[in-house]
Structures are given as C-alpha cells and as structure tokens.
C-alpha cells in the first residue's frame, strides 16, 4: 500500500496536495460538538484549516454542515512544518481571524499521523486554558464542563473561557450533510484565504525552517513469515486448526482442548 | 549539528497513576539504562506527587540512578497545567538531554505542552528508540496513514523529547538492593494556579484491561461485519480467557471503547496466541504485535498484510470462523 501514498522518499514529508480533502474524522467530531453548543448558545462558527489550496474543499464541507466561515492559510512556504510549526502557524491565524475567540475545538487527532500534539501546543500558544480527549461537553455561564476517559479515571472538568479543547470520536456523532447545504457551501460559501503574511509571520522562515524535528528516513517494514495457508468452510477449519495446533492454543488459553475419544 | 554529542542525564516521567496496569515508566526507564550504557549518561526518573515515595523506590528498583520528587499535597492528583509548569521549571534549571515521557493519554497532552515551550521537537508515540554515532537520539515512529514508520530525530534544540507508546520496551526486573540518589525539591511558591478545575475524577467501571500482559488476544477489525457480530468476539475471548482488541476504524464505528485500541495511540501487545479477525494489517496495527509468538489471521483476502505476518493465515470470512470457533471450543472444553 506504501506505492499508493503520497509522501516523497527524498524530504519524507507528505505529499499532502496529493491527499484529497475530505475532513479528519476526530475533527469533524469536532464541528459537531460546535454545532450542538451554537443550537444552545448563538455564536457564530470560524473553520480554520492550512494546507494547500485544495484544502478548500475541506472548508466547503464544513460549511456544509453548519459552519458560518472557512479561513484557508495556504502558503508555499508552510511545506515541512511539523506539529511545532503547525501550532505557531494556527495559533497565530486564530489570533488574526478571531481575536475574541470564545472556544477553539480540535480534533484530537489526524487520522494521517495520529501526533495528536498540535491541539495542546495551541492552547500553550495561545495561553488559554486547555483539555484534550474530550468526550460530553456542556456550557453553563462561559465554563465549560466537560467529560472524558483518561487513562481509565473517567474525568469531570471544569474549564472557564477561552480555551481550547480536543475532542475525540466517541460522542459527537456528524451529522448527515444536506444537498441544499452542500449546494449553498460551493455557491456562496463564504472562504478567506490567508498566507503567512496575512498572519503576520512574514519573517520569511518556511515551515520546515520553523521545525525542530528532522525526518531521517520513512521505510515499510516488511514481515513475511513461511506461513500456513487455510481454506475451506468455516467448521472445517476451525476442526483442522484445533487438532494441530491443541498444544499451543490449549496451552495458552489454560484448557484441553484435545479431542476426545467418546 | 553537534558532532559526538556526550549526553548527560536521560529523563523518565513518572507516569505512576495506574503503576500496577501500566508499565510504560519502568519500560523507559530500562530503555534509558540501555541508552545511557552507550554513552555513559544517568538516567533519572521524575515524580510529582503526594506521598510518592513507593514510587520514587520502585523507580530506584527499576534502574533510575536518581529521582527527583516534588512531593507537596497540592499536586495529590495529577494537574496539567501546574505539572507542566514544575517539568518546564525543572528542564531550565537542570538541562537534561533527553525526556521520555510515556505515551498514556495524559503523557500525550503533557508532552507537546512542555515541548512548546521548551521550542524543542517532539515525536509521539514512538515503537523504537536509539542513539546513532553522533549521539543524537533516533526516534521511530508510525507515520503517514500508518502505513510507514519514519525514523525522526531533533538535531539542534533541547531537550530531545519523544512519547513512546506503552509495551514497546520489556521492563528490568526489580532489584531493591539497588541505591539511587533521591533529590527531594520544594513546590515553588510562584506557580500560577491551575484553570481547569478537576470535579471528579473515578476509575471507569469498565474493567481495566491488561491486555498489554495477556497470553491470548483476540483482536478484530472492520470485517467482522457490523457491531453486533463485533461482540461475538467478547464470548469467543470469555471462553479462552483472552483479552479483546480493535483497531484503529472498529473505535470510529464505535463498536468498542477506545480501551481495546492496539496500535498507534493504544497499545501494544506480545501475546503467546494472537487472533486476528477481519483485520488488514495497516502498520499502525502491525507494528503494535509484532511480538505476538503466534498469530492466526482470519481474513477473506489472502493477500492482506496482516495475512502475511500470520503464522496460520486463514482465508475466510471472519465472522463465520469466529462462530464455529465458539461451538467447536463448547464443544472440546469440558
């Protein structure tokens, strides 16, 4: 499967122009948890994603469901940030288009490499208070109370705003994307484009300058064993592979499983 | 680049909130040891906390040459922002090289926090560590959709800082004849106080699994078919003692608490007799039970990978095998 994915053997960076733009499940959680909060609480709702221009697409979905505005950064020079860079950069993009943010959702993850740093590296960007992995959250008086597993504690928090939370994929169900809604986001979606200028990081460093990590190298492991090949029905494998193998599966699971004569 | 660097002092963070379930701090520190051997740095474990003193020898025990402890009822249960404070404190005063820090869910909220602002890199939840010739510490992770690891390392800023998923490492066995030095440190009086309040925090009642340290896994994936065929799984892992995983798209689906994730932001397993149901074998999964002894893999398409790493790859429909396997071990159990 490593054939088919975009990433480039010489830099080991994504080819992320090549991956097409559809949203990041954990954050599409995310809008959704906004969404419910605005049923409740009118407010109006920024999506902010950096990537390429492609990346519109993924704003035009979010639109879609619900959102109120989609802010694209988009600029050559963002290629090979890693989660460091990526936090500056968002951070300082949330500081340009919502100077008043009341909260900021993540995803708590990408599901391309799962890193899961860069919401909390805004919340320290940008000094709010800050949760990651939540589960059920609830407003009352501009706190938010929210709940979460971690670590196997089921966690009751309460956090005041602003701040920033990533939200993860076992609440928050997205909801279903209407063709009229989908009609609306790719007619008069309502998208501002931004480069780093825009955002004030003008100094010229690039994503990859910004960086403190370097890739070495990206392989594919490869692990083929000499191995036994099955096929038949069900029953009869199942059959087969308890009789060879009775030592060694009754072993580890503590019983005889051996055939009896009877 | 620094040519040669000469680490000094490798840091292990004392993740102890579920000691006896969760390993992953004493498997750091055995990992510390083994890197601190190549080039002759210390390796110290740290510990905030109340009453922490089981765990500061148990570290001791488990190869920590030093220990420093915050022990202060104020930090009683684990608080983010004021430990991510007292770690931040202690990296600007004391300069370590390298901070490993245990790929928990609290370890992966804690770690990007100190490494922002330390301005340092950070790779998450790593599945192997090293030091190359020039003493830089060479961090493997699974990247890119999961289907690659990359090796990742930070050249220039300190401390080098990685997360390392938990079961990647095998502990040291305790030895408590072992002597370390333990630096007891005052709670600095300057601490901002903590915003985000904890109303409550209790152990889940869904049993804590140690799936991590079981002989037999059954692990099942998309093509089992749907949630109610997922939990035929569980009667199948009952009946062999067995301990249930998923992976990474039966979690989205929801057919499992996050719990059972084996692989990249879950856990890794090195059971005697793994399971393998309707799973395809992206790397973020396979890299997880790589140490399985042995491996029967259920899938409809011979070619998947994970069909590849199998010892017994059996081509068929998961959830037809997992069935007749529940009625034949009825019936041969007795």
Same mark, same amino acid.
Request: aromatic share 6%; net charge negative.
């Given at each position: 499967?490593?054939?088919?994915l ?9 080819k ?11 954050c599409?959680?995310a ?5 419910i909060?605005k ?9 902010i994603?950096m ?5 519109e ?11 109120d505005?989609?802010?694209? &950064? !988009?600029? =050559?020079k963002?290629?090979? #940030?890693?989660?460091? *860079?990526?936090?500056?950069? $968002?951070?300082d ?6 100077p008043?943010?009341d909260?900021?959702l ?8 799962e890193?899961?740093q860069?919401?909390?590296q ?13 589960d ?11 709940q ?6 089921t966690e ?6 602003p701040?920033?939370?990533t ?9 279903? &994307? !209407?063709? =009229?809604?989908?009609?609306? #986001?790719?007619?008069e *979606?309502?998208?501002?484009? $931004? ?10 460093l690039?994503g990859s300058?910004?960086s ?12 083929e ?5 099955m ?9 087969q592979?308890f009789?060879?193998f009775?030592?060694?599966i009754?072993?580890?699971?503590g019983?005889?499983?051996?055939e009896?004569?009877s | ?9 490798i ?5 102890y909130?579920?000691?006896f379930?969760?390993r992953?701090t ?8 083994e890197?601190?051997?190549k ?23 488990h190869g ?6 915050i022990?202060?009822?104020?930090l ?15 990296i600007?005063d ?7 820090i ?11 926090r100190?490494?922002k602002?330390?301005?340092t ?26 289907n690659?690891l ?16 938990p079961?990647t490492?095998?502990?040291i066995?305790h030895?408590?004849?072992r002597?370390?030095e333990?630096?007891?440190?005052e709670?600095?009086d ?23 340290e ?12 749907s ?20 992976t990474?798209?039966?979690i ?5 608490e996050?719990?059972?994730l084996?692989?990249?932001a879950?856990?890794n397993i090195?059971p005697k007799v ?6 395809s074998g992206?790397?973020?999964?396979t890299?997880a039970?790589?140490n ?8 409809k ?5 994970m069909?590849?790493?199998a010892?017994i ?17 009825k019936?041969?159990?007795?």
């Amino acid at each position: 499967m490593v054939s088919e994915l975009p990433w480039d053997p010489k830099t080991g960076t994504l080819k992320r122009a090549l991956v097409d733009g559809m949203i990041n499940p954990a954050c599409r959680h995310a809008l959704e948890a906004a969404l419910i909060l605005k049923n409740e609480h009118p407010t109006e709702i920024t999506v902010i994603t950096m990537g390429p221009p492609i990346a519109e697409e993924v704003l035009r979905e979010a639109l879609a469901m619900g959102a109120d505005r989609g802010i694209l &950064i !988009s600029d =050559s020079k963002i290629a090979g #940030a890693d989660t460091l *860079a990526t936090s500056k950069i $968002l951070a300082d993009a949330i500081k340009t288009a919502c100077p008043d943010f009341d909260l900021v959702l993540c995803g708590c993850h990408t599901s391309d490499s799962e890193t899961a740093q860069v919401g909390p590296q805004i919340t320290e960007e940008l000094n709010v208070p800050g949760i990651a992995y939540v589960d059920q959250l609830e407003l009352n008086n501009r706190s938010l109370r929210i709940q979460r597993l971690s670590d196997g504690f089921t966690e009751t928090l309460d956090m005041p705003l602003p701040g920033l939370i990533t939200v993860t994929t076992q609440q928050n169900a997205p909801r279903y &994307i !209407s063709l =009229s809604g989908l009609e609306d #986001a790719f007619s008069e *979606a309502d998208i501002t484009c $931004l480069d780093l200028n825009d955002i004030g990081l003008n100094s010229g460093l690039t994503g990859s300058d910004r960086s403190p990590t370097r890739i070495l190298r990206v392989y594919s492991p490869v692990t083929e064993k000499d191995n036994t090949v099955m096929r038949g029905s069900a029953g009869k494998i199942v059959q087969q592979l308890f009789d060879q193998f009775d030592d060694k599966i009754g072993g580890a699971i503590g019983k005889d499983i051996k055939e009896h004569q009877s | 680049m620094t040519m040669n660097e000469q680490l000094t002092e490798i840091w292990v963070f004392g993740d102890y909130r579920n000691y006896f379930q969760n390993r992953v701090t004493l498997q750091l520190l055995s990992r510390g040891v083994e890197l601190a051997q190549k080039t002759g740095a210390t390796v110290c474990a740290v510990v905030f906390g109340h009453e922490v003193d089981e765990w500061v020898g148990e570290y001791i025990a488990h190869g920590a040459d030093r220990v420093l402890v915050i022990d202060h009822p104020e930090l009683k249960q684990y608080k983010m922002e004021t430990y991510v404070n007292l770690m931040v404190q202690l990296i600007e005063d004391l300069n370590p090289d390298i901070i490993l820090i245990g790929a928990t869910n609290f370890g992966r909220e804690f770690a990007p926090r100190i490494a922002k602002r330390m301005q340092t890199g950070l790779s998450a939840d790593c599945v192997g560590l090293d030091i190359n010739e020039d003493g830089i510490m060479v961090q493997t992770a699974p990247s890119f959709g999961g289907n690659v690891l990359a090796e990742i390392i930070t050249p220039e800023c300190r401390p080098q800082m990685a997360t390392i998923r938990p079961g990647t490492f095998q502990e040291i066995p305790h030895n408590y004849e072992r002597t370390g030095e333990v630096v007891k440190l005052e709670l600095p009086d300057n601490l901002p106080e903590e915003r985000v309040k904890l109303v409550q925090s209790e152990r889940s009642t869904q049993r804590f699994q140690r799936i991590e340290e079981a002989k037999v896994v059954v692990c099942g994936g998309r093509g089992m078919g749907s949630k109610k065929k997922f939990r035929k799984l569980a009667e199948l892992a009952a009946l062999m003692n067995a301990e249930i995983g998923a992976t990474r798209p039966v979690i989205y689906a929801n057919w499992i608490e996050s719990e059972a994730l084996i692989g990249q932001a879950g856990k890794n397993i090195k059971p005697k007799v793994l399971f393998s149901f309707g799973i395809s074998g992206a790397i973020q999964h396979t890299a997880a039970i790589k140490n399985a002894e042995f491996i029967i893999a259920v899938n409809k398409n011979p070619k998947a990978p994970m069909m590849a790493m199998a010892d017994i790859a059996i081509v068929a429909d998961a959830n037809q095998v997992c069935t007749a396997m529940i009625k034949e071990l009825k019936r041969r159990i007795r």
